[in-house]
């Protein structure tokens, strides 16, 4: 496929056909995502291909219980898990976690995501990552950056096979649960969970910004770009 079209039409897919995905598909994904980039070329990723139904269900369980988390934030009209949320805030978002529950359908992504046709957990070794904003006195994100371009790069592969899929980073509220159930190294943390499969339907039109919404000239407050 052309390139263009990856990169504008790779949208979330979260509900799959049943089809089986031939692990020598998944593995050409895989080859194909290696390439990405990182910091130092450190390649800090490690993937567990998930097969066995008890681990994929405990997984499964620990990601409902975050989403629930995730969806008490949205009723509470907050951005979930924002750095930058108060501890006020936070604990609203907590306090309807009820609400959130009675809104779980049996057949949401979240409560069906064990069973997607293949399930990769996304781990990265701490130490091996170039993480140049950790001395300063706030949230840390560059780290993220040694990991993620990988695992977009997954998700254009599997684009490019017939394949759609999402990642996902709540289950890492769960992050010790998972660590254990997965043998993950003390020095490792679960960066994403990604489910992939046939599409059931593929999005065809992306939302997204508009370059002049985001993109401005000389200051964050200069001029919008608008590329004339
Ligand atoms: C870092 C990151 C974390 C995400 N975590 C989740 C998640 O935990 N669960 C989920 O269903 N989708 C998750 N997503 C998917 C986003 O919701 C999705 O990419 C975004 O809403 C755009 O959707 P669209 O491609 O359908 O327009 C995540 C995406 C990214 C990039």
């Keep these: 496929m052309e ?40 390649q800090a990723w490690h993937v567990i291909v998930l097969r066995d139904v008890a681990i994929r269900e405990a997984l499964g369980a620990l990601y409902l219980d975050a989403w629930h988390d995730y969806v008490g934030h949205v009723l509470e009209g907050l951005v979930p898990f924002s750095p930058l949320a108060t501890d006020d805030e936070r604990s609203l978002a907590t306090s309807r976690r009820g609400d959130a529950i009675a809104l779980s359908q049996p057949d949401g992504f979240a409560e069906t995501i064990a069973s997607a046709p293949v399930l990769l957990a996304v781990s990265v070794d701490l130490g091996a990552l170039a993480a140049t904003d950790r001395d300063l006195d706030r949230y840390q994100i560059v780290g993220g950056a040694s990991v993620y371009p990988f695992i977009w790069n997954v998700l254009l592969a599997a684009h490019e096979y017939g394949l759609g ?40 039109k992306l939302t997204r910004k508009r370059v002049d919404e985001f993109v401005t000239v000389d200051r964050y407050d200069g001029e919008a770009f608008t590329g004339q």
Excluded: C, I, W
């Design 3 to 42: 390139l263009r079209d990856a990169l504008r039409g790779t949208g979330a897919v979260r509900k799959f056909l049943p089809d089986y995905v031939d692990d020598a598909v998944l593995f050409r994904v895989l080859d194909d995502a290696r390439f990405g980039p990182s910091g130092g070329n450190r």
């Design 165 to 204: 899929g999402v990642m996902t980073t709540v289950a890492t509220r769960r992050e010790p649960e998972v660590a254990q159930l997965l043998r993950l190294p003390a020095t490792h943390a679960l960066a994403a969970v990604v489910a992939l499969g046939r599409p059931e339907k593929r999005p065809t």
